[in-house]
């Protein structure tokens, strides 16, 4: 217990608090979690949903990197390159409808980074089904951009996004698809949509962790 003023320590029902004969509060110090634990447990709270929050982008990626490696095959630099291009685009194409998407549902113009606070709250299932959804949405909205009228403001802040948020998930789960592509194909898919997801949790947890006081 520790000794406070009463205006400092503002004693409610749920603040702990005695009042003292003194005309102090005994407060009862609040627990402090570390920041490291609190990173931890964000990020395994967080990464079921950033599975169903990514999973579109991140197929999206690694379905583009699978038809450029039947063309222009994986052996040389040259097909290498054009992998990360074809699924970068691809991955981009998604994004960018998901991002219509959810602008069109009243979410805001947000990345499917910034949803997995969000996300964390609902199911897998749940957030796969969102995820679907808003992709869907977006398609259909892509003829008709040039009737919104703030477009250039959607697109700036849609490129925005993709570059700074979405860079790093697209990223990795290529790289991983790439490096396992060689052995099983069946594996390197799912492992590049875990390691994506772990990738952008983290960020995403180690953010909430520096702006936790």
Same mark, same amino acid.
């Given at each position: 217990?520790?000794? +406070? ?13 005695e ?27 967080s ?10 982008? *991140? ?17 040389? &630099? ?17 994004? %960018?409808?998901?991002?219509?998407? @959810?602008?069109?549902? =009243? ?32 398609? =259909?909205?892509?003829?008709? &951009? ?5 477009l250039?403001?959607? *697109? ?6 993709l ?5 790093? +998930?697209? &990223? ?5 698809n790439?490096? %396992? %592509? @060689? ?7 799912? &492992?590049g949509l ?15 962790t520096r702006?936790?006081?």
């Amino acid at each position: 217990m520790q000794n +406070c003023s009463c205006t400092d320590c503002k004693c409610t029902e749920e603040s702990m608090c005695e009042i003292c004969p003194t005309g102090t509060c005994c407060c009862a110090p609040t627990p402090q979690i570390k920041k490291s634990t609190f990173f931890f447990n964000q990020v395994k709270k967080s990464y079921p949903s950033a599975i169903g929050i990514i999973v579109l982008c *991140i197929l999206s990626s690694q379905v583009g990197q699978g038809i450029s490696f039947v063309l222009f095959g994986y052996h040389d &630099l040259f097909g290498i390159i054009m992998s990360y291009a074809l699924g970068y685009g691809l991955a981009s194409l998604t994004t %960018f409808c998901g991002i219509l998407g @959810r602008y069109s549902s =009243k979410q805001g113009l947000g990345a499917c980074c910034s949803a997995i606070e969000q996300g964390s709250k609902i199911s897998l299932v749940s957030n796969l089904k969102n995820t679907f959804s808003y992709c869907f949405i977006g398609m =259909k909205m892509v003829p008709h &951009l040039y009737e919104l009228p703030n477009l250039k403001h959607i *697109i700036k802040t849609s490129l925005y996004i993709l570059v700074t948020a979405e860079s790093a +998930c697209i &990223l990795t789960a290529e790289t991983v698809n790439l490096a %396992f %592509f @060689r052995q099983a194909m069946w594996l390197s898919m799912p &492992l590049g949509l875990f390691a994506a997801a772990f990738v952008v949790t983290a960020i995403e947890s180690y953010k909430m962790t520096r702006t936790k006081k």
